[in-house]
């Protein structure tokens, strides 16, 4: 596990790093318990070889291709000023991820179906940009499925590869689907609360980066999508950098205090980093 430091190691900066981040969307989908407990939310282990948070738990979701921002224009120019091509991009950047990585089509409208959507992964996979997907199958962008939360970007850090992810909510209902994983990026998918991950986490049973733990404390406030998607609505999203601060007696990794987080701060020794 690789751990936040005061004393980064610096590194050469990249096309791929900061200081201006590499565009990223993650979706937290929600469903229904089957057993009426607290909402669940579907969460991916991330293969060891993966650069960026190998062997960590965390939401569906990858970077934003040019792909997407070529799509985004189209669905920012159909809005009719509703949302910039930037943020429809990532948008499209979240369905696009979802759907290849656990096969679910979200945030699309159309004669949709287990079998139209395992046949559209298949597709995705080998054409590598939903725009062609959505012409096959005779489906549009339904934009409104998904809801903005948060954004974190780590841009105090020299990294290799620095995000900034825009995370957004979308709800599954019942959830009565079929997932599988993608075979590539991810070894593992599964159905939790909030609560029941962070529990995973103390146990040793899956390990958790500091924005994702922080996400699920966050999440573990809400009793339903509906009060997840009413608190985003109602707190503005702003870019979380985090941040040390050395002025108690030990370093704390803190991030602000209004962006809708229970916990802002975690001692720096024990923090996970991808």
Do not use: C
């Not at 590194?11 to 909402?39: C, K, L, Q, W, Y």
């Not at 959507?117 to 997907?133: C, D, F």
């Not at 609505?233 to 601060?245: C, F, Q, Y």
């Amino acid at each position: 596990m690789a751990i936040w430091r005061s004393h980064v190691i610096t590194v050469a900066m990249t096309s791929e790093s900061a200081p201006h981040g590499i565009p990223a969307a993650t979706i937290i989908i929600f469903r229904n318990d089957p057993e009426g407990g607290a909402p669940q939310v579907l969460m991916t282990v991330r293969s060891r070889t993966m650069v960026f948070a190998g062997g960590m738990a965390v939401f569906p979701g990858g970077r934003v291709d040019p792909e997407d921002f070529a799509l985004g224009e189209i669905a920012a120019s159909r809005s009719g000023g509703d949302i910039t091509p930037d943020e429809a991009a990532h948008q499209i950047a979240a369905i696009r991820e979802t759907l290849e990585e656990t096969g679910l089509a979200l945030g699309l409208s159309g004669d949709i179906d287990a079998s139209k959507a395992a046949k559209a992964r298949a597709m995705l996979e080998m054409r590598n940009e939903l725009q062609p997907v959505l012409d096959a199958f005779g489906w549009s962008l339904d934009l409104d499925q998904i809801v903005p939360f948060a954004r974190w970007f780590p841009k105090n850090e020299n990294l290799a590869r620095v995000y900034d992810t825009r995370f957004y909510l979308a709800d599954l209902g019942t959830g009565e689907v079929d997932i599988s994983i993608d075979n590539s990026e991810n070894t593992r998918l599964f159905w939790t609360s909030a609560k029941g991950a962070l529990e995973m986490a103390e146990k040793g049973e899956i390990k958790l980066i500091f924005p994702t733990r922080r996400n699920l404390e966050r999440l573990d406030l809400f009793a339903s999508f509906q009060e997840a998607r009413a608190q985003a609505e109602a707190i503005p999203v702003k870019t979380i950098v985090p941040r040390i601060d050395t002025t108690g007696a030990q370093p704390m990794l803190t991030i602000m205090e209004d962006a809708g987080y229970p916990i802002t701060s975690e001692l720096l020794e024990t923090v996970a980093r991808g």
